[in-house]
């Protein structure tokens, strides 16, 4: 007869029907003390003590995110399977729809506004000559097909005359370079344009930040009202744009004006070589920061770069976390709801992640996971694990430890072909004679002074 062994674990979690109330060891970063703190001043806590209490449908909410591929009554199942001989409810379908409706989505928007913001790190990562580089841009989601979805959330038309198969919504957001934390997000129907919602985004500009965008930003009006925030903007131009030469400066950038706004231009060629040859591209950055001394030409192409940090911030959004899903709530005020507890979720992931590469100075913020972190924090909600805080604080704790045990390589320089949207059929989306290898690439930029 082979030895035996018997495991015994102990678990703290909040008494009575609040036990269930939990999020694993991301409670940390979400306390009940906060959550009661945004559910009284939102006004949605509850008069009574219920079977589902109003902190509880807050937790049930953010681990729905973390289970994007479960419907909530199995959601539940995660919260109470490390709970095992608690007297615990087990609440119907119907039951837990009526508590997320009763909660409402005021209390989830008032976590988001508390938690977003810039993460604070030590890392260098997240700042060049001293400006915290931020980044904006906007995406599609994809909501479920309800009627009431659909009266706020409109298909999108295709060019054959059919529409999207999913009504859809337009998100922007602001995000940190380096650490990929939420400074502040929108979203609206798709009526409501990325230029509108950019405007919005701005109210969370501040001096001390450098914006970077793409060129469909490149509107007179907004790079006005970027500048009056106080931040910086490094942005591409459009190749349409003609633009007086004022004087031309050391490093072959050049000073012009749009309307009253004094701005920079800087135009590069790109030369990338590999082992199949090489290609070249001409870039035009517009930018605020006219000294070329404190703020070189080629360092501001090359950082230029940095503005894809959005674009993997998205992806890990929409394929990691809700791994290509549409968002289940079926009503706009469910989206509401359910939106901004993606953001939450993602956001205090990020933080999580954080904390584990500040803990090894000099670790790069890009090299942790977001798919470990994630696993690993789906665990811990499983085994009820780390939900009360010990005396003795681990700032790295389990997610931590997973993220910093399996690091990503460094980044090398690649290349790869800029793909277009997918077509109807995700089999032949690129095409059959696409090449989707990725090559070491050797980069080289040529700052174009300009003629007289």
């Known amino acids: 007869m082979a030895d ?56 049930l909410l953010l681990a729905g995110c973390l289970f994007a591929e479960l419907g909530y009554g199995q959601v539940w199942a995660k919260l109470v399977s490390g709970l095992g001989g608690l007297p615990l409810v087990s609440p119907s379908s119907s039951a837990l729809r009526q508590a997320r409706q009763r909660l409402g989505p005021a209390p989830m928007r008032a976590l988001f506004d508390l938690l977003r913001g810039p993460a604070a790190t030590t890392a260098a990562q997240v700042r060049w000559r001293g400006l915290l580089m931020v980044v904006l841009d906007g995406t599609f989601l994809s909501v479920a097909d309800s009627p009431a979805n659909t009266a706020r959330y409109a298909k999108q038309r295709c060019n054959n005359g059919t529409s999207s198969g999913y009504p859809l919504l337009r998100l922007s957001a602001l995000l940190t370079c380096g650490t990929r934390s939420v400074i502040d997000a929108v979203f609206d129907p798709l009526r409501v344009g990325e230029l509108d919602q950019a405007r919005i985004l701005s109210r969370s500009l501040r001096p001390g930040m450098l914006l970077l965008a793409d060129r469909y930003y490149d509107a007179a009006d907004f790079l006005a009202t970027v500048t009056t925030t106080g931040a910086g903007l490094l942005i591409r131009g459009k190749a349409n744009r003609r633009l007086p030469v004022i004087r031309r400066l050391p490093d072959g950038s050049w000073l012009s004006r749009i309307g009253a706004l004094n701005i920079r231009v800087i135009e590069a060629q790109i030369r990338i070589t590999t082992s199949q040859g090489t290609r070249t591209g001409d870039y035009r950055l517009r930018t605020t920061l006219l000294d070329p001394y404190a703020y070189p030409a080629g360092e501001l192409v ?151």
Request: glycine share 6%.
């Open 4 to 59: 035996q062994i018997a495991i015994a674990r102990v678990v703290t979690v909040a008494a009575g029907v609040f036990a269930p109330g939990h999020l694993g060891e991301l409670t940390r970063f979400v306390p009940f003390e906060m959550i009661d703190d945004v559910l009284a001043m939102t006004r949605r806590a509850q008069a009574r003590v219920r079977l589902l209490p109003a902190r509880v449908v807050m937790y």
């Open 302 to 452: 090359r950082l230029y770069h940095e503005r894809w940090e959005i674009e993997t911030a998205y992806l890990e959004l929409k394929s990691s976390i809700l791994g290509g899903r549409v968002l289940r709530a079926r009503t706009p005020d469910g989206i509401d709801q359910e939106l901004h507890a993606l953001l939450v979720v993602y956001q205090i992931l990020r933080t999580a992640m954080l904390d584990a590469t500040d803990s090894r100075p000099g670790t790069d913020p890009d090299r942790a996971s977001l798919t470990t972190a994630l696993n690993t924090a789906r665990d811990q909600i499983v085994h009820a694990a780390g939900v009360i805080t010990d005396t003795v604080i681990d700032l790295v704790g389990a997610i931590g430890a997973a993220v910093l045990d399996n690091l990503l390589p460094e980044r090398r320089v690649r290349t790869k072909t800029r793909m277009t949207k997918r077509s109807n059929s995700k089999y032949q989306a690129r095409g059959p004679n696409i090449d989707r290898r990725s090559y070491r690439a050797t980069t080289s930029i040529n700052i174009i002074d300009p003629s007289p």
